[in-house]
């Protein structure tokens, strides 16, 4: 269920590296198999690499008990948060992951930024990935030491305006109050489902509980991208394709799908919305 910002850089690092490529098995519930799970993450395992929540199926992943299993057997582990830290309160000291990234666009800030986490002890045991102004402490002729954490991974100018507006995006949700969000996210999402549910014929993917605030959904018969352009027409703001999960879409057997996803913008008339445009989108394509 990764997107591919979370699948291709391990292909590349596999190759470059000679590891292998092992995927925890999704459940027909579109929830992963922890049984298949503790079964591969093992002494071999170096990283597991997991979304905490899905872009496509909205499933909230059990990541506590992968950095449990991830750590037992002496691999780091990486969680993808692009989908949960804009919709819940994450405590990363709790969580205790050795890698938490995110996007800023994701959660009211500006594109073209975002946010990786490390664990201190094992970024400073790292040799830096990129290098340019800022990531230096010392430079001669033949060699370089490096400036301290975060300065050693943030070579040359950053992103400035990007950066504060950022941060403006979190202090304005920290405004809000996470739980809140969470709170009214969950709220809308369980709505939208159940009235989703209600329509004939209408397939959704995903768990049906523990899930974040996007519903992928199809209806047979019907290109997701007309159903896409039809709703747009009314005013209703979707998403069709394959939503950067190839592999996803394969497994649910289908080339794209629709899906719509909530934050805290958005109010149950704005579902009654969508609902209906679904309902007058199938009568126009039937
Ligand atoms: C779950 C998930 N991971 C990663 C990404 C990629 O984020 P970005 O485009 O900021 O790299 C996205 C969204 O595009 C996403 O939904």
Redesign the pocket.
């Known amino acids: 269920m990764e997107?591919h910002?979370?699948l291709v850089p391990w292909q590349l690092v596999a190759k470059s590296v000679g590891a292998e490529l092992r995927f925890i098995p999704i459940k027909s519930d579109g929830t992963l198999d922890l049984v298949e799970a503790r079964k591969l993450i093992d002494s071999k395992t170096a990283l597991v690499a997991v979304?905490h929540?899905?872009?496509v199926l909205g499933t909230i992943n059990p990541v506590g008990e992968l950095v449990q299993l991830a750590h037992k057997v002496g691999a780091r582990i990486l969680i993808?948060g692009?989908?949960s830290v804009p919709h819940m309160p994450i405590n990363l000291r709790e969580l205790n992951p050795d890698f938490y990234a995110f996007?800023a666009?994701?959660m009211l800030g500006p594109t073209g930024i975002?946010v990786l986490y490390g664990n201190p002890e094992i970024l400073n045991d790292m040799e830096p990935y990129m290098t340019g102004g800022e990531m230096i402490r010392e430079v001669f002729l033949d060699h370089a030491t490096w400036n301290s954490l975060p300065h050693k991974f943030e070579a040359g100018t950053p992103a400035i305006a990007e950066a504060v507006s950022l941060t403006a995006a979190v202090k304005y949700l920290e405004a809000i109050g996470m739980d809140r969000i969470a709170q009214y996210d969950h709220h809308l999402t369980m709505h939208a489902l159940e009235k989703l549910s209600a329509e004939n014929d209408l397939e959704i993917y995903g768990p049906r509980t523990q899930r974040g605030a996007v519903i992928s959904f199809n209806v047979p018969g019907i290109h997701p991208h007309d159903m896409a352009a039809l709703l747009d027409r009314e005013g209703v703001a979707i998403r069709a394709g394959h939503h950067?999960c190839q592999p996803l879409m394969r497994w649910l057997g289908v080339q794209a799908t629709a899906r719509a996803s909530f934050y805290l913008y958005n109010t149950l008339d704005d579902i009654d919305a969508l609902v209906s445009a679904v309902r007058s989108a199938r009568a126009i394509l039937a």
């Open positions: 997107h910002a979370n979304t929540s899905s872009n993808d692009a989908q996007s666009h994701k975002g950067c």
